[in-house]
């Protein structure tokens, strides 16, 4: 009985050892384990198809020689806190270095194992590749620096009104030809800004109900060709209108 009952405690054992080493082996985050003297010495399939390194190359590095020259201070400086018995804290962005010398963009979540005394033994390390996100961020914000720049050098005013006409949006060069600053008109309302101008008040009510046009305009002297047409909400809906002037006073 007693020989039975131990092989049958042997099987759970076995059969939780393998449990855990299947999630681990197929979490979609990379996994990795780490010594006190920053050796891997575990990493999960996901952690090496992200650095393109194979688990025994990666058994042979430090977290350091991986991770971006910028980056290792910060990582390091976690460690140090928790092993000092700190939080975590939020989880740290950072860069490794892939085997073909390429960086990849992550979010890591570290936390420390401690012995039976407390000792600290092993960093753990759950990395998820955000380097699609990080491109994303890039080109949106240089198409906003391109827009920036556009701006403010330009002979246009670009503005935009909510559905009850209060301005959300008032940018552009041309608005030094009339006199505004931009970002003035924001928070006003354009009824109350234009009610002298029963035109440009019909403009807007034209956007409102879902036209798009383009009209001429004078405003303080300065003759602008502005594109009129309504903005949209996620369900079609129209949440405001928005224009492009250009000053053709010129021409």
Same mark, same amino acid.
């Given at each position: 009985h007693d020989l039975k009952r131990r092989r049958e405690?042997?099987?759970?054992?076995?059969?939780?050892?393998?449990?855990?080493?299947?999630?681990?082996?197929?979490?979609?985050?990379?996994?990795? +384990?780490?010594?006190?003297? $920053?050796? /891997?010495?575990? &990493?999960?399939?996901?952690?090496?198809?992200m650095l393109g390194y194979s688990r025994e190359e990666l058994l042979q590095l430090s977290f350091v020689q991986i991770t971006h020259p910028d980056d290792v201070e910060k990582t390091l400086?976690?460690?140090?806190?928790?092993?000092?018995?700190g939080s975590p804290g939020a989880p740290l962005e950072k860069r490794y270095i892939?085997?073909?010398?390429?960086?990849?963009?992550?979010?890591?979540?570290?936390?420390?194992?401690?012995?039976?005394q407390g000792a600290p033994r092993f960093f753990v390390g759950q990395v998820t590749d955000i380097t699609e996100r990080r491109l994303v961020e890039s080109e949106l914000q240089l198409r906003q620096n391109q827009l920036a720049t556009v +701006?403010?050098?330009?002979? $246009?005013? /670009?503005?935009? &009104?909510?559905?009850?006409?209060?301005?959300?949006?008032?940018?552009?060069?041309?608005?030094?030809?009339?006199?505004?600053?931009?970002?003035e008109a924001v928070g006003h309302s354009v009824f109350d800004r234009y009610a002298a101008r029963p035109d440009i008040l019909g403009d807007v009510?034209?956007?409102?109900?879902?036209?798009?046009?383009?009209?001429?305009?004078?405003?303080?002297?300065?003759?602008?060709?502005?594109?009129?047409?309504?903005?949209?909400?996620?369900?079609?809906?129209i949440s405001g209108m928005i224009a492009l002037a250009i000053d053709i006073t010129d021409r």
């Open positions: 405690v042997e099987q759970q054992l076995r059969d939780q050892v393998e449990l855990r080493r299947m999630i681990f082996d197929h979490a979609p985050s990379g996994i990795s +384990l780490s010594d006190q003297n $920053l050796r /891997l010495v575990e &990493v999960n399939d996901t952690y090496c198809r400086a976690l460690n140090r806190r928790l092993t000092a018995g892939r085997k073909d010398g390429s960086s990849v963009h992550v979010v890591l979540n570290v936390g420390l194992i401690r012995d039976e +701006l403010a050098h330009a002979p $246009l005013i /670009l503005f935009a &009104v909510d559905a009850q006409g209060v301005f959300t949006l008032s940018e552009g060069a041309g608005l030094a030809a009339i006199g505004r600053e931009p970002g009510r034209r956007a409102l109900a879902g036209e798009t046009f383009t009209v001429q305009r004078e405003v303080n002297g300065v003759f602008f060709e502005t594109r009129c047409m309504p903005q949209r909400d996620a369900d079609g809906r």
